[in-house]
């Protein structure tokens, strides 16, 4: 939340372009009081265009062209949600996503720019592969690349069609890539000359650059219909491709003219000088999807960046009662075009200018924008990655949310054992998460209780995540879901806020309890300082006569499968603090939506002995709860499947605020040979919606870790297994 007060009003901010990520950082940078921002994008990373060629051509990593959107809008107290918009609807002031529930705002702003038309020559959206999404082009070009290395002295040929700046810096970027193969590249290009605004200079110089790398242009060449390996142009002509290209014109989304807000011939918004909607005051846009009808513009990046403080000045303005500001964009904008290697042209006017120098000069540029979002106002910078030497005192950071705020296992503990001598008959829980309702004479029922403080700041994906860190309690003891009972606290707020959240929230855990046929009964909600949610729920063994799986009944012999990875723990610690990559953040989440309801009844079915799950007291004090006085346990640590980017933080010594208290297992830890100590520390990782732990006879445990594989458990592993503790031996678990 921005500004510390009750939340009052919804900015939903619609795609991640270059005018999103300046305003969102300006704005964070002066929180408006009761205004909440959401930010909605596809994906955690967005390309900076101007060094898109660079990475092709292999002078920048992925990372220095994108902008980490995850981490950006954690710095700003900004909620993201991983979604696509497909309408809007101004009437209900409500923006639909793909796959999920619609959201409402009370100002809403776009900036998801443009898309290659893909629509006016037929063929080209089956064959072709469109310079955007950047995503999909990067997937494309890193397939390219690896095909071409695997079969080295293949002839390929790749076509690009185009002729605007886009197209030629990507065909001298690719030429550049794959100078020392055996590469053809030919720019299809339909008008009489390329680069049709630039001055003469810099257009010559752009053709001797082509011409150097051998890039064969074609000119007045009219792309008529795409086939599969061949264009056929408009004269008759069937050249052939192994790779097409595609970077012409720029499309709009149809959700912008389906909104019924007006927009210019091409379908882009139509906006006035303040970047509003000509219809709608609430509806901002700015980048390629806006055009400016006072001065239309060429869709160019520049123009977005330019328009990313007036955008960020506007909202405030509108939000706060204040005059808005006129955006006049400049006539003429100076353009770089980098020529594949280490040179560019510039182009401003009547001037121009090309060389190493002006690549030079490009890539400061380039940098220093992209710096804005790398060196964020207090946080760490991302180069002191790996250089911690050792576990940081995790006593000062701000308590963990998940899992990792758990109360500690000796407490709770304690406490219950000291409440279970006072009250014999009443409490008889030991800290199990489920436990058989004492009988009735009905069938055996299963209840369990688990609540979570926020830990995912996308109120829909909370839901999803806080239900099946519920329900794995039940499906840990074989049993099927019945019902469910809400516990809700949300941050104060007025009312229509309250209901929009209490709404995600809620339709988030229906989402995965319809999935299991499990009824929401009923719950209790109440507002407070922060978000927590949490579910009762009961369930019944999952067949007749079935007995229910425990935690105890491991044999000496068994293997133990678990199966999800672990690290969220250590992940959404080192998101707090700014230092974990957007893509790691979405592959855990994606895990902790994951459920474990497949994963139960594969292990009943394949005969399981024991089964626990996985949460905020880390794998080693489950398992240790697994084991007979009698047990002692062997784990591979090199075969424990872990989250993308887990181990890296641990070996920085980022850890959740309750490793340590979980850490305090550690004593029973037993070392055969070298360990690797930051794998060793995973085991104290409090996790969120973890996976089970399976314990089962040697012989069925491939069975089953492939039935888990082939039901989309991928990284189902066997971990270790159970050994007899013979006399005289120190309990504990051998780790190797
Ligand atoms: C190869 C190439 C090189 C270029 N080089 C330059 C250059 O050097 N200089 C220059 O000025 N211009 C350049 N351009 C043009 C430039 O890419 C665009 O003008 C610029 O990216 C537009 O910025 P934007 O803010 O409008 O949107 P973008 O930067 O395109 O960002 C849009 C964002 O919105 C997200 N989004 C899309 N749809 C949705 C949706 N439905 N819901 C939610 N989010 C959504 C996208 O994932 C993306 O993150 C180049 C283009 C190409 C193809």
């Not at 089964?611 to 709860?625: P, V």
């Not at 040979?673 to 069925?700: H, K, N, Y």
């Amino acid at each position: 939340m921005q500004g510390g007060a009750e939340i009052r009003q919804d900015l939903v901010l619609v795609g991640g372009g270059h005018s999103h990520a300046l305003a969102l950082r300006m704005l964070a940078m002066k929180p408006i009081e009761g205004l909440r921002i959401t930010l909605v994008s596809p994906a955690s990373h967005t390309p900076y265009s101007g060094m898109l060629p660079g990475l092709v051509a292999g002078h920048y990593s992925f990372e220095q062209v994108h902008i980490d959107l995850a981490r950006l809008c954690q710095w700003a107290g900004v909620r993201f949600l991983v979604a696509e918009v497909t309408a809007l609807d101004p009437m209900t002031r409500q923006l639909s996503l793909a796959g999920r529930p619609p959201i409402n705002y009370d100002l809403v702003s776009i900036d998801i720019g443009s898309q290659p038309e893909l629509d006016t020559v037929p063929g080209v959206r089956a064959h072709a592969v469109p310079v955007k999404p950047v995503a999909d082009l990067w997937q494309r070009w890193q397939a390219l690349q690896g095909r071409l290395l695997a079969q080295a002295g293949m002839d390929y040929r790749v076509a690009m069609v185009g002729g605007g700046a886009g197209s030629v810096e990507l065909a001298m970027a690719m030429g550049n890539r794959l100078a020392d193969k055996s590469v053809s590249i030919d720019l299809w290009c339909g008008a009489p000359e390329i680069l049709q605004n630039y001055n003469a200079r810099a257009r010559r110089a752009v053709m001797a650059a082509l011409q150097r790398q051998g890039i064969v242009v074609h000119l007045n060449a009219r792309v008529e219909r795409v086939e599969q390996g061949c264009l056929v142009m408009a004269d008759g002509a069937r050249p052939v491709y192994d790779e097409l290209f595609w970077c012409t014109g720029a499309a709009a989304a149809p959700w912008i003219t389906a909104s019924g807000l007006r927009t210019d011939g091409g379908g882009f918004l139509a906006v006035r000088d303040t970047l509003q909607s000509l219809d709608d005051d609430r509806v901002f846009a700015a980048g390629d999807i806006a055009t400016q009808v006072n001065h239309p513009r060429p869709k160019a990046g520049v123009f977005a960046v330019r328009q990313g403080p007036v955008l960020a000045h506007n909202l405030r303005a509108l939000l706060l009662d204040k005059p808005l500001r006129n955006h006049r964009p400049q006539q003429r904008f100076l353009s770089l075009i980098s020529l594949g290697g280490k040179q560019a042209t510039a182009d401003k006017g009547p001037f121009s200018a090309a060389g190493r120098w002006v690549w030079r000069w490009k890539d400061r540029i380039d940098r220093e924008f992209m710096s804005r979002f790398e060196e964020l106002p207090g946080s760490m910078p991302m180069a002191s990655w790996g250089c911690l030497p050792e576990l940081a005192g995790a006593e000062r950071q701000q308590p963990c949310g998940g899992c990792g705020a758990k109360v500690d296992a000796d407490t709770l503990g304690s406490v219950l054992a000291q409440l279970s001598r006072q009250y014999p008959e009443h409490c008889r829980g030991n800290g199990d998460d489920a436990a058989a309702i004492p009988s009735t004479g009905a069938s055996t029922v299963v209840q369990s209780l688990d609540v979570l403080r926020e830990m995912v700041a996308d109120p829909w994906q909370m839901g999803r995540i806080a239900a099946n860190h519920a329900l794995s309690d039940l499906y840990a003891c074989g049993a099927r879901p019945v019902s469910a009972l809400a516990a809700v606290t949300l941050p104060f707020a007025g009312s229509a806020i309250l209901q929009r959240e209490l709404r995600q929230l809620l339709a988030g855990a229906l989402h995965e309890f319809a999935a299991v046929d499990c009824c929401l009964t009923g719950g209790h909600s109440m507002q407070g300082p922060e978000l927590s949610l949490g579910f009762v729920v009961n369930g019944t063994p999952l067949a007749q006569d079935q007995r229910l799986l425990s935690k105890r009944g491991l044999a000496p012999g068994d293997l133990l499968v678990l199966t999800k990875p672990l690290g969220t723990g250590t992940l959404f610690a080192a998101h707090m603090q700014l230092l974990a990559d957007g893509r790691d953040i979405s592959a855990a989440v994606e895990s902790m939506l994951q459920s474990n309801a497949v994963a139960a009844e594969l292990a009943v079915t394949h005969g399981a002995s024991a089964c626990t799950d996985i949460t905020g007291f880390g794998l080693l004090r489950h398992l240790l709860e697994m084991l007979d006085a009698d047990h002692c346990a062997r784990l591979q640590l090199a075969q424990l499947p872990l989250l993308s980017g887990a181990l890296q933080q641990l070996r920085c010594g980022i850890v959740s605020t309750t490793h340590a208290a979980n850490a305090r297992a550690g004593k029973v830890l037993c070392r055969e040979g070298q360990v690797d100590e930051a794998r060793m520390q995973m085991l104290f990782d409090p996790q969120t919606s973890g996976g089970l732990l399976i314990g089962i006879a040697a012989d069925r445990a491939p069975v089953l870790r492939d039935a888990l594989r082939q039901r989309a458990y991928a990284q189902a592993e066997i971990i270790g297994e159970v050994l007899l503790r013979e006399p005289g031996d120190a309990p504990g678990v051998v780790v190797r």
